[in-house]
């Protein structure tokens, strides 16, 4: 059985607001009875893509598991890369993937550098086609990345991820995904894309409201959360969302 602890949207700006939200979220997991085998933050990390920013989601966002992140709109590749991944800076996509116990996790860039709308280009749509290929049969594979590929009947809707019948046709191939792990929306969601779960984090800095909800579009009252996602060795999946006080 695997456990993956998932949030989204942390949106880091340097000011203590964001950074006790996120870090009420890292204490929940923190006291956690037993460990996750790892936390995934499904972009958004900083809210302008600065250093600093970066900086202080890495001060953050810290636990006894891997944190494995991928990058969203908000999101600069060159500092992401140099302060979160150490790595040299670079314009590229950023697309990893990890190890989860027996299960492989794709997470892949869907960020377009100046825009907010989202699409796994030439480059990382090439790669994520390289690794479902090279995952064995049987394997488990999640995917994640920052733009949900369907709507959500929510305001995010206008800015999701464009040419996303490629990417379910791409994951029709192959049996082997169980699930598409996303953010963006800033509440938690759970439907169906190519027929495998597609399971949205909660927003950490703040939530939108539904459109036949009442008060601003955003609410910056409502607590902080989290999705846990289990996959048992039947490869069944299943999501509990936790707030965290």
């Not at 880091?12 to 964001?18: A, I, L, N, T, Y």
């Not at 790892?38 to 893509?49: F, N, Q, R, T, Y």
């Not at 894309?193 to 949205?200: D, E, H, I, K, Q």
Request: negative net charge; contains cysteine; aromatic residues 4%.
């Amino acid at each position: 059985m695997i456990v993956l602890a998932h949030l989204s949207d942390t949106h880091f700006d340097g000011e203590p607001r964001s950074a006790e939200r996120a870090g009420r979220v890292m204490a929940y997991l923190d006291a956690l009875l037993t460990e996750v085998d790892a936390v995934l933050v499904s972009g958004d990390i900083a809210d302008h893509g600065l250093p600093a920013e970066y900086e202080q989601a890495a001060k953050v966002l810290t636990a006894r598991r891997p944190v494995l992140t991928c990058p969203g709109n908000h999101d600069v590749r060159s500092p992401y890369r140099e302060v979160l991944l150490g790595e040299p800076a670079g314009d590229g996509p950023i697309n990893r993937v990890h190890r989860v116990g027996d299960a492989v996790l794709a997470l892949c860039d869907s960020s377009i550098p100046g825009r907010d709308d989202g699409v796994l280009d030439e480059e990382t749509f090439g790669w994520l086609e390289s690794v479902l290929a090279d995952t064995a049969d049987g394997t488990p594979v999640l995917i994640g990345f920052h733009h949900p590929p369907v709507a959500l009947h929510s305001a995010i809707d206008a800015i999701g991820l464009g040419d996303a019948q490629r990417l379910a046709d791409l994951i029709a191939r192959h049996p082997q995904v169980v699930a598409v792990l996303c953010g963006h929306a800033h509440t938690p969601a759970a439907t169906t894309f190519a027929g495998r779960p597609l399971l949205v984090a909660p927003g950490v800095v703040s939530t939108l409201k539904l459109p036949w909800e009442h008060g601003e579009i955003l609410d910056y009252e409502i607590p902080p959360a989290v999705a846990f996602h289990i996959l048992d060795d039947d490869l069944r999946l299943t999501t509990h969302y936790r707030v965290c006080l």
